[in-house]
């Protein structure tokens, strides 16, 4: 049986790449941060698909507790065969007025954390002589966003981050891959005021929104042996949103 680590697993689109990686019959790895998160319904959803499932808490933007994180996932399932960087946070605001603090947090989450799962995931991938790697992006890290500048900073640098760790290890059988959604509809897009929605919908040439579905997909194909042979890309799943 083979293994899947998902950060920000308990819920949001983590959670719905947990229960598509536990279709495609890996064990799964629910990283969570915050005790309020429903990680135990998670890992119950997750165990009703006949695999094994667990909940480790880690702060992903701390290079210790993820050391921890991956010497514990390998101690109880033997090997970590699929890394998701899912975890990720916003903290928007115009340049002009944004708290250092914010711009630190983003980046630090968002992109350290990927530094510091890779790190720790990829000895063991190199022992076993396989792994897939897959980090969430954006498509702000490769169009831009005003008011993000932390955010699209964060998204980009896991794209460059992605393409030089797939140049360094994919003579080991490790495949290094990104994932950048769109406009992905969520309670918190569900939120936005009608114009608002409009517009973005018909800036969108397929002319809707994305779903969890549609990223789940695209990062179990990612996962799977009919990906083996792509490695250092990044697939924008957008609607067309930025070409």
């Not at 969570?32 to 480790?56: N, Q």
């Not at 994180?69 to 899912?86: A, C, H, P, W």
């Not at 993000?148 to 891959?177: D, H, P």
């Amino acid at each position: 049986m083979s293994t899947a680590l998902i950060t920000g697993a308990s819920r949001g689109i983590g959670r719905e790449l947990a229960l598509r990686l536990a279709d495609e019959g890996y064990d799964i790895v629910v990283n969570y941060l915050f005790e309020e998160e429903d990680y135990a319904g998670t890992v119950a959803e997750i165990e009703k698909k006949g695999v094994k499932a667990i909940a480790i808490k880690a702060d992903v933007s701390q290079f210790s507790e993820v050391e921890a994180m991956m010497k514990q996932t390998v101690e109880t399932f033997g090997s970590i065969d699929v890394l998701v960087n899912n975890a990720g946070i916003t903290r928007d605001g115009l340049l002009a007025r944004m708290k250092e603090e914010d711009f630190d947090a983003v980046i630090n989450v968002n992109l350290k954390s990927v530094f510091n799962c890779c790190r720790h995931a990829v000895p063991y991938m190199m022992k076993q002589k396989h792994g897939r790697i897959i980090s969430m992006a954006s498509v702000v890290g490769l169009s831009g966003q005003g008011g993000q500048t932390n955010y699209s900073a964060s998204k980009a640098g896991i794209i460059g981050f992605t393409k030089s760790l797939a140049k360094e290890i994919g003579s080991r059988n490790i495949t290094v891959n990104a994932v950048a959604p769109g406009f992905v509809e969520t309670p918190m897009t569900d939120a936005m005021p009608a114009k608002a929605r409009e517009e973005v919908l018909g800036s969108i040439p397929l002319r809707r929104g994305g779903t969890v579905k549609d990223i789940a997909d695209a990062v179990a194909f990612l996962a799977s042996e009919q990906a083996s042979y792509i490695t250092g890309h990044v697939l924008s799943v957008n609607g067309g949103m930025y070409m």
